[in-house]
Every structure is written in C-alpha cells, then in structure tokens.
C-alpha cells in the first residue's frame, strides 16, 4: 500500500554533510510515523531518527545532535540532514513508515552512505 523510495546517498568526507530524502507514495493517510534505519556490513539494522505524524522526534544516541530528521508532510517526505559525518556512519539507510500502532511497516530499498576521506 505504502512504497518508499530513497535518494541522496553517496560519498562524503569525515566532517561533511549528507542529506537523503524518502519520497512516500500509495496510502499515504495510514502513515503514522516515518524515520530512517541504516545497516552496515555484518551488523544489525539500528534506529537513526523517527518523526511521528505529530513531530514526535527519537534520535539514536550516536547522532543525537549530530542529524536531523524533518517532514514535508505536502510532498510526503522526510529527509535526513547528516551534519559532522564520521567514518563509522557508513552504511545503507533505509526509510521506514509505520502505520497506527504498527499495524504495518513499510521499508525503502535503501541508499549507501560512505564516509572516508
């Protein structure tokens, strides 16, 4: 019902800045909370950031003050600012969308992220 597509990935220098977007489509009314996941290579999938519908905001301890997540709630996306990037950031970022009391969850294709100099 949900798709997600992300973009915005790619390289970027220890220091630098990144911004990846999720663009939502299909029932976008059921969504109740969008945000973003990242995976590196042998780890589990780790929260990043999540903003409810009602701007609600949890940051994961290692990007606390470091990212931002917002929402364009007319276009239907959510982006990711990554300020101060550091090596061990690299990995995929995948958006993800709840629905009302996860019901359903929703999961892009995700979008690599690389921080090396």
């Known amino acids: 019902q949900v798709q997600l597509v992300e973009s915005g990935g790619g390289l970027v220098q220890p220091g630098g800045s990144l911004r990846v977007s999720c663009a939502a489509s299909?029932?976008?009314?059921?969504?109740?909370?969008m945000g973003w996941y990242r995976q590196a290579p042998g780890k589990q999938r780790e929260l990043v950031a999540t903003?409810?519908?009602?701007?609600?905001?949890n940051y994961a301890h290692s990007v606390k003050g470091r990212f931002t997540i917002s929402r364009d709630n007319a276009k239907h996306t959510v982006y990711l600012q990554m300020n101060s990037l550091k090596p061990e950031d690299t990995a995929v970022y995948y958006c993800n969308a709840d629905s009302l009391y996860s019901a359903w969850v929703a999961w892009g294709q995700g979008t690599q992220v690389t921080v090396s100099s």
């Open positions: 299909g029932s976008i009314f059921s969504i109740s909370a």
């Open positions: 903003r409810t519908t009602g701007n609600r905001t």
